[in-house]
């Protein structure tokens, strides 16, 4: 039996572990203080987690308009996180915005990039489509992925793109990555050594098996989409990140609920737990 190719992962780095964060949609003059409170929340804990991430990712809805005033409010939280950071663009963000505060002068450019850390070969994509909530890739960003995937030979994979690929013929246009884009990253990552796609767009904590790679979207932290709600949207109160864990060729995704803070039912000591068979 052959075995997939996001199992065949070299067993170099014992174990990594990073954050997944998404859709912030920070703004200022609406939502500041609560996003401002909701992101040091989350740094603060990393220093006293069992296992302190490696690094961090943000997969996308930065800012709720992409406006540089909300750009310029975000730097100094990001920067205030105790490990690496890594930033990629959704559909509400703005390109000029955004390379305003944190690159080199108001570019409109697609904000591509990569990075090797704890191991990993970390590959950013833009997917956003300027004036569109669908996302799609273009042919100049099909042909950076394929020379990128060639770099760092030997490391796995982590892809990070705001709007996950279509896993549904029937899945509404708006919510993914169109077919074509969808098609063109399926063929690159083929029989590649992928951790997992991480994605955000659509409020909602979904893990699932994509062409046989790890595709982890989650809620974010802004609000969450009632899955039970067939009949348009149903928009809730709500906000998660997930911690991941990657070790031998597994991936391992906690969701950590945020908001609503959920009443404390009782607290089992590690002793205690230690002791159940």
Known sequence: MNTPAHCLLPRAFDMTHFLHLTDLHLSVGTNLPAKAALLDRIAGAIPGMRFAPDFVVFSGDLTDRGDAE???????????????VVLALGNHDR???FHGVFGAGGSDASHDHETVLAG??????????????????TQGQVAWLAQALDRHVGLPKLIVAHHPPKTDAQALPWTCLDAESTEHLAVLL??????????????????????????????????VIDPLHDDGLRIREGASFGICRF?????????????????????IDAARLRAFA
């Open 70 to 84: 909300s750009y310029a409010a975000l730097r100094p939280i990001i920067d205030a996180f105790p490990v690496p």
């Open 120 to 137: 990993v070969h970390v590959i950013t994509l833009d997917t956003a489509v300027p004036g569109r909530v669908a996302g799609a890739l």
């Open 190 to 223: 083929a029989g590649r050594q992928i951790v997992a796609i991480l994605s955000g767009h659509i409020h909602m904590n979904r893990v699932s098996l994509w062409r046989g790679v790890p595709l982890v979207v989650s809620a974010g932290l802004h609000s």
């Open 247 to 267: 070790a031998a060729g597994d991936l391992s995704v906690n969701f950590v609920p945020m908001m609503p803070e959920g009443r404390e039912l009782g607290l």
């Open 95 to 97: 390109r000029a915005g």
